[in-house]
């Protein structure tokens, strides 16, 4: 028998092969934008911040990570590439240069040989390949990942130590294949996937690539991170008078209201006055008027997350779309906006606004309208209407709605949705719980 032998352009390693390098690639690395960071900035101190609940997990992913400290902890990792807040041009992180495919699926990244996670071990390749192997396994308990990493990411290609590839699942403009491909990675040298990962890494902090790694853990009273000790990124360009406190500190303050006698005796250097009887009322203190305190109201070009009611559509009721329909029509949104709120906020059309020419702008928000909610509400069975003014259906159910938020403050606005909604027939429930713990509710679709 004759047997042949090929020699093909592939070599094993760890995580997978290794491909060939096109040869007609273009590579970019942008080291022009201007340097945006203030270079009066003072390195050193400790920033102090506050959360109203303490963290479930100090995993990025699987059960209970998606709460609000995740901000935090997704932070201490660096992506490959980050977008410049001025020029909108990509900027370097992890890769100094990247180059696009003629497939218009597929991004070239080249690490920066300098970057380290905070161990000292070096950041490769196989961190990505093995990040994507992670985020499609079942064993992170995270099917929202599964998903995402399964259908949008194709593949992840390593061509040596500091060169890769990563492949959407379909053919995106160079724009879209900026915002998508260059994912974040995890340390392949200190996990290692089992049965039991997410109890084993629920506490267990990981070494990072960013200037920041939890340092002091105090269960139920706050988090710190310090600053990484020559840290790897001090002298490149983008990371320029960036990552100035040495320690930050987060104190878990479960009531803002307590919170802010923190803030104005010192003991927190920001507060977010995004109410508005709280900038507008509360900030009438000596401490603002001497000067020691001042407010800043701002304006970026960024499209902002949609805030309001989200609906669980698993529920029967609310499945129903005639029901939402009414709900819409039964939520006097722009009273609460003019009133409690005082104008400050600008009302939506679409959950999708402030997307440019992606904006489908012949949509337009659902006015209050009780009567036509009520037409709305009889289509999905609910005729009759009960000694509270509330309506039901045959089988003598409440046309009733439990509405779970986090926030005391919010109750006041609340309260307001919930008397106009009556005279649509509608009741709702508020429900206040613990952020943490109504978050998880959310999740769970409870």
């Given at each position: 028998?004759?047997?042949?032998?090929m020699?093909l352009?592939?070599?094993?390693?760890?995580?997978?092969?290794?491909?060939?390098?096109?040869?007609?690639?273009?590579?970019e690395?942008?080291?022009?934008?201007p340097?945006?960071?203030?270079?009066?900035?003072?390195?050193?101190?400790?920033?102090?911040?506050?959360?109203?609940?303490?963290?479930?997990?100090?995993?990025?992913?699987?059960?209970?990570?998606?709460?609000?400290?995740?901000?935090?902890?997704r932070?201490?990792?660096?992506?490959?590439?980050?977008t410049?807040?001025?020029t909108?041009?990509?900027?370097?992180?992890l890769?100094?240069?990247?180059?696009f495919?003629?497939?218009?699926?597929?991004?070239?990244?080249?690490?920066?040989?300098?970057?380290?996670?905070?161990?000292?071990?070096?950041?490769?390749?196989?961190?990505?390949?093995?990040?994507?192997?992670?985020?499609?396994?079942?064993?992170?308990n995270?099917?929202?990942?599964?998903?995402?990493?399964?259908?949008?990411?194709?593949?992840?290609?390593?061509?040596?130590?500091?060169?890769?590839?990563?492949?959407?699942?379909?053919?995106k403009?160079?724009?879209?294949?900026?915002?998508?491909?260059?994912?974040?990675?995890?340390?392949s040298?200190?996990?290692?996937?089992?049965?039991?990962?997410?109890?084993?890494?629920?506490?267990?902090?990981?070494?990072?690539?960013?200037?920041?790694?939890?340092g002091?853990?105090?269960?139920?009273?706050?988090?710190?991170?310090?600053?990484?000790?020559?840290?790897?990124?001090?002298?490149e360009?983008?990371?320029?008078?960036?990552?100035?406190?040495?320690?930050?500190?987060?104190?878990?303050?479960?009531?803002?209201?307590?919170a802010?006698q923190?803030?104005l005796?010192?003991?927190?250097?920001?507060f977010?006055?995004?109410?508005?009887?709280?900038?507008?009322?509360k900030?009438?203190?000596a401490?603002?008027?001497?000067?020691?305190?001042?407010?800043?109201w701002f304006?970026?070009?960024?499209?902002?997350?949609?805030?309001?009611?989200?609906l669980?559509?698993?529920?029967?009721?609310?499945?129903?779309?005639?029901?939402?329909?009414?709900?819409?029509?039964?939520?006097?949104?722009?009273?609460m906006?003019?009133?409690?709120?005082?104008?400050?906020?600008?009302?939506?059309?679409?959950?999708?606004?402030?997307?440019?020419?992606?904006?489908?702008?012949d949509l337009?928000?659902r006015?209050?309208d009780?009567a036509?909610?009520?037409?709305?509400?009889?289509?999905?069975?609910?005729?009759?209407?009960?000694?509270?003014?509330?309506?039901?259906?045959?089988?003598?159910?409440?046309?009733?709605?439990?509405i779970?938020?986090?926030?005391?403050?919010?109750?006041?606005?609340?309260?307001?949705?919930?008397?106009?909604?009556?005279?649509?027939?509608?009741?709702?429930?508020?429900?206040?719980?613990?952020?943490?713990?109504?978050?998880?509710?959310?999740?769970?679709k409870?």
């Amino acid at each position: 028998m004759r047997v042949m032998a090929m020699l093909l352009p592939f070599c094993w390693s760890p995580f997978g092969w290794s491909a060939t390098l096109p040869a007609d690639l273009k590579w970019e690395n942008n080291d022009t934008d201007p340097v945006y960071a203030d270079p009066e900035a003072k390195r050193g101190g400790t920033f102090r911040d506050f959360m109203s609940s303490f963290p479930l997990t100090l995993r990025k992913y699987g059960p209970d990570s998606n709460g609000g400290f995740a901000a935090y902890v997704r932070e201490t990792n660096l992506p490959l590439l980050s977008t410049h807040p001025v020029t909108r041009n990509p900027i370097p992180m992890l890769a100094n240069q990247w180059a696009f495919g003629a497939d218009n699926k597929t991004l070239y990244f080249r690490i920066n040989p300098k970057a380290r996670w905070s161990d000292g071990q070096p950041v490769t390749a196989d961190d990505w390949v093995f990040t994507l192997k992670m985020m499609r396994s079942k064993e992170i308990n995270d099917p929202w990942y599964n998903n995402y990493y399964s259908t949008q990411i194709s593949e992840v290609t390593k061509f040596d130590d500091h060169t890769l590839a990563i492949t959407s699942g379909t053919e995106k403009s160079r724009e879209d294949l900026l915002e998508a491909l260059p994912f974040t990675p995890e340390p392949s040298h200190a996990i290692k996937l089992t049965a039991n990962w997410v109890k084993e890494y629920n506490w267990k902090v990981l070494p990072v690539t960013g200037p920041y790694q939890i340092g002091e853990l105090k269960k139920g009273k706050s988090v710190t991170f310090d600053r990484v000790k020559d840290w790897w990124g001090n002298d490149e360009r983008y990371f320029q008078h960036r990552f100035n406190p040495d320690r930050i500190e987060i104190k878990v303050l479960r009531d803002q209201n307590i919170a802010w006698q923190h803030f104005l005796r010192g003991e927190l250097d920001t507060f977010p006055l995004v109410m508005p009887n709280w900038w507008h009322d509360k900030s009438k203190t000596a401490e603002f008027e001497k000067g020691y305190i001042e407010r800043l109201w701002f304006y970026n070009q960024t499209p902002q997350p949609p805030m309001g009611l989200y609906l669980n559509t698993a529920d029967p009721l609310l499945s129903n779309l005639d029901v939402r329909l009414g709900i819409q029509h039964a939520l006097a949104l722009d009273k609460m906006i003019a009133t409690l709120l005082r104008g400050d906020y600008q009302r939506l059309n679409t959950y999708g606004s402030g997307q440019g020419d992606f904006t489908n702008t012949d949509l337009k928000a659902r006015p209050f309208d009780p009567a036509l909610a009520r037409e709305f509400f009889a289509k999905a069975g609910f005729t009759k209407t009960g000694p509270d003014g509330i309506l039901r259906n045959d089988k003598d159910q409440p046309l009733s709605l439990s509405i779970t938020y986090t926030t005391a403050e919010h109750a006041q606005r609340l309260t307001l949705l919930r008397e106009e909604a009556k005279k649509a027939g509608l009741n709702l429930e508020l429900n206040l719980m613990d952020a943490s713990a109504g978050f998880k509710s959310m999740l769970e679709k409870k």
